[in-house]
T-cell receptor, first 115, second 114 residues
Framework: DTEVTQTPKHLVMGMTNKKSLKCEQH?????MYWYKQKAKKPPELMFVYSYEKLSINESVPSRFSPECPNSSLLNLHLHALQPEDSALYLC??????????????FGPGTRLTVL | AQSVTQPDIHITVSEGASLELRCNYS??????LFWYVQSPGQGLQLLLK??????LVQGIKGFEAEFKRSQSSFHLRTPSVLWSDAAEYFC????????????FGQGTELSVKP
């Protein structure tokens, strides 16, 4: 089973709202990732968690706040977003993080619209 | 700098025709290469990957890819395209010295004519 689930599928929020995206995997993977994807573009890495610790932050604005409560769960907390943050947000997981390379499995994404 | 180039932004083929999607990479060390497919509004599905060993890699949905180190290429092929293969295809290289960070190409959009 290589399933990564994401909720919600769609989210519409105002610029003053606070919302959260959720990602879950039960493959025993110890690395989890958040990507942002604009239309007709490849995914852009935002954050990487390895063994529940933040290992990579690709200079993402502080209005995006990741959280990894345990090895199966990854959240992305959103606050005071801008319309240009509207995008497909993808979560991925892989068996291990750190120096070794492994295969990333992606979830279906959350389509976010900021009004 | 590491990079992945997919020179074809959009390709249209007829159903049943053969297909090659091109991917070239620039990376100083041994590359770990992937092909992903994305249907509209969906996540990325792994088609195949190359880490080492046999340079011809078989994937799902009847796709294969060949790693050619001398040409820095990892082209994706299928002998007969299905209408359901219409999607966006991304080639990616993993940077093993940066926590497995994926560098994606710009993608190739495949349209299939009935």
């Amino acid at each position: 089973d290589t399933e990564v689930t994401q909720t919600p599928k769609h989210l519409v929020m105002g610029m003053t709202n606070k919302k959260s995206l959720k990602c879950e995997q039960h493959m025993g993977h110890r690395a989890m990732y958040w990507y942002k994807q604009k239309a007709k573009k490849p995914p852009e890495l935002m954050f990487v968690y390895s063994y529940e610790k933040l290992s990579i932050n690709e200079s993402v604005p502080s209005r995006f706040s990741p959280e990894c409560p345990n090895s199966s769960l990854l959240n992305l907390h959103l606050h005071a977003l801008q319309p240009e943050d509207s995008a497909l947000y993808l979560c991925a997981s892989s068996q291990v993080g750190g120096p070794s390379t492994d295969t990333q499995y992606f979830g279906p994404g959350t389509r976010l619209t900021v009004l | 700098a590491q990079s992945v180039t997919q020179p074809d932004i959009h390709i249209t083929v007829s159903e049943g025709a053969s297909l090659e999607l091109r991917c070239n990479y620039s990376y100083g060390a041994t590359p770990y290469l992937f092909w992903y497919v994305q249907s509209p509004g969906q996540g990325l599905q792994l088609l195949l990957k190359y880490f080492s060993g046999d340079t011809l890699v078989q994937g799902i949905k009847g796709f294969e890819a060949e790693f050619k180190r001398s040409q820095s290429s990892f082209h994706l092929r299928t002998p007969s395209v299905l209408w359901s293969d219409a999607a966006e295809y991304f080639c990616a290289v993993a940077l093993y010295n940066q926590g497995g960070k994926l560098i994606f190409g710009q993608g190739t959009e495949l349209s299939v004519k009935p």
